[in-house]
């Protein structure tokens, strides 16, 4: 595991673009895993601006999001498929049918996570996968006490989760309870992984993802058995490292 402290949330977020811009100018062709939630914005405009101001070419790139919503359509301000068109690929050149972000609102879900994975393997795997992490040090939606094998599938969110989505939404009952989500094996799949936490209030969750036991208590903490994982902590969030 690399860590690397970030000043401030700027510096995490240009380190953070550094490395996808990486990623897709050596491979252009790359599949990315991306992910939502308030952590990674900042990259992604460092990233739109690369793209505009710099000629970054995501024209090849393939993306498979971690997670959506169960409920909420593609045109709900609420969902992942619309923080990711506001927030990225609105702004970039990914081409739509490269982009893939589970169906919030399938009618079979079991068939919509087996889907998903077997559309992960047939682009021949995630080459980066992009992370934030849970107060309660989950990944994706891998909550607590998931197990460690799951492929992508259903998940009921904890309520400490869905308290810290309650932010984006007008009343608590509509936060969504329930999503899919990528699994703990999907993303250990993945040939690159790149963590990032911002914020002290993910102090703890990183420290024990990174230096506590591997337990599914705390499901990032199996990042510690991946073999490429680069994890960038805001100095924040990174109070109890030194
Ligand atoms: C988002 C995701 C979640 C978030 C995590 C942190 O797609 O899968 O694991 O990365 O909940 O969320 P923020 O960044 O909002 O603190």
Known sequence: ?????????????????????????????????????????????????????????????????????????????HSYHWYMNHNFFNHVNVQRENIHIPDGMAQDIERECREYDRKILGCGGIDLQILGIGTNGHIGFNEPDIKFEATT????????????????????NDVPRYAISMGIKTIMHAKKILLLANGENKADA??????????????????QLHQDVTVIIEQSAAKDIR
């Open 206 to 223: 990183i420290y024990r993802a990174i230096y506590g036991g591997i337990t599914p208590e705390i499901p990032a903490s199996i990042l």
């Open 1 to 77: 595991m690399r860590i690397v402290i970030a000043k401030d949330y700027e510096d995490m977020s240009v380190r953070a673009a550094m490395i996808v811009a990486g990623q897709v100018c050596l491979k252009p062709a790359s599949v990315l895993g991306l992910a939502t939630g308030s952590t990674p914005l900042l990259m992604y405009k460092k990233l739109i601006r690369m793209h505009c101001q710099a000629g970054l070419d995501f024209s090849e790139a393939l993306t498979f999001n971690l997670d959506e919503y169960l409920g909420l359509s593609s045109s709900d301000e």
């Open 153 to 172: 599938h259903k998940v009921k969110l904890d309520l400490e989760t869905v308290t810290a989505n309650s932010r984006f939404f007008a009343d608590f």
